[in-house]
């Protein structure tokens, strides 16, 4: 998930699928009202020695309703528990957003991490962040972001393409959304539970949120035991006889 903050009125969505000149995109949209200061995206990318101390590229297709200056920079976080080394905060870089889409390619080098602790929470990544103006109104269209090693300023299109399946499998390791649903027949006043599996291993143990709760007989959906593969989906019987409790679930295990 991209994080997204600062000043002024922020709008951030994702839009259908646009034709551009380097094949069918998907589009999000950032858009600003007022603001004072700089507003801003954000992704973080697992392991902070991830391309540690090699040359990559930044790759932006991105357009805005009128031309829009934006930064990028690319920092190294050692994370957070124990007693980590200070963040490296890279150099930034900048690009104008055009009202036309177009591939904008910004060559970074990361500095080495040897010799650097790294945090015992699991939460250090290389940060790639994104800053508007900053002050006024905007309204920038970013069609694909990536984060690839070596000098890629000499490809047209330096973006390499997933298979949908691929990239929701990916995503699915750090966030992943779905139903829980079970119904049986008690004959006591107890709680009744099952193992509901993820679609795909959690990079670390995720938090639970449920919504949309729905109840026969029963009450207090909840996650009796969560694992990296899944989770213990739990309610107590309020009656006896027919018991069912059904909702959605968000399982977020994000840096």
């Known amino acids: 998930q991209w994080g997204s903050g600062g000043s002024g009125s922020i709008a951030l969505a994702a839009d259908n699928p646009i034709a551009t000149a380097v094949g069918?995109?998907?589009?999000?949209?950032?858009?600003?009202?007022?603001?004072?200061?700089?507003?801003?995206?954000?992704?973080?990318?697992?392991?902070?020695?991830?391309?540690?101390?090699?040359?990559?590229?930044?790759?932006?297709?991105?357009?805005?309703?009128?031309?829009?200056?934006?930064?990028?920079r690319i920092d190294q976080k050692f994370g957070t528990g124990g007693s980590p080394s200070a963040e490296v905060t890279g150099v930034p870089q900048s690009a104008t957003l055009t009202t036309s889409p177009q591939v904008h390619k910004l060559v970074f080098d990361l500095a080495s991490v040897s010799g650097k602790t790294v945090g015992t929470n699991k939460d250090?990544?290389?940060?790639?962040?994104?800053?508007?103006?900053?002050?006024?109104?905007?309204?920038?269209?970013?069609?694909?972001v990536a984060l690839v090693e070596g000098d890629a300023s000499a490809e047209s299109d330096p973006i390499p393409p997933r298979h949908p399946h691929e990239e929701l499998a990916l995503c699915q390791r750090y966030y992943e959304k779905g139903k829980v649903q079970l119904t049986c027949y008690q004959a006591s006043n107890a709680g009744f539970e099952y193992l509901?599996?993820?679609?795909?291993?959690?990079?670390?143990?995720?938090?639970?949120?449920?919504?949309?709760?729905?109840?026969?007989?029963?009450?207090?959906?909840?996650?009796?035991?969560?694992?990296?593969?899944?989770?213990?989906?739990?309610?107590?019987?309020?009656?006896?006889?027919?018991?069912?409790?059904?909702?959605?679930?968000?399982?977020?295990?994000?840096?």
């Open 24 to 72: 069918r995109r998907n589009v999000v949209t950032w858009d600003r009202t007022g603001g004072t200061t700089v507003s801003r995206l954000s992704q973080k990318i697992e392991g902070v020695e991830t391309l540690q101390g090699k040359r990559v590229t930044v790759a932006i297709i991105g357009y805005a309703t009128v031309d829009t200056p934006i930064t990028v």
């Open 124 to 144: 250090d990544c290389v940060h790639l962040l994104i800053d508007s103006p900053a002050s006024g109104n905007f309204n920038i269209r970013l069609i694909d």
């Open 196 to 255: 509901r599996p993820f679609a795909q291993i959690k990079r670390a143990l995720p938090s639970i949120v449920f919504s949309n709760q729905f109840y026969i007989n029963a009450s207090g959906l909840q996650a009796n035991g969560t694992y990296q593969e899944g989770f213990i989906a739990n309610a107590a019987a309020t009656s006896t006889g027919l018991v069912r409790f059904a909702g959605d679930f968000a399982a977020n295990s994000e840096i």
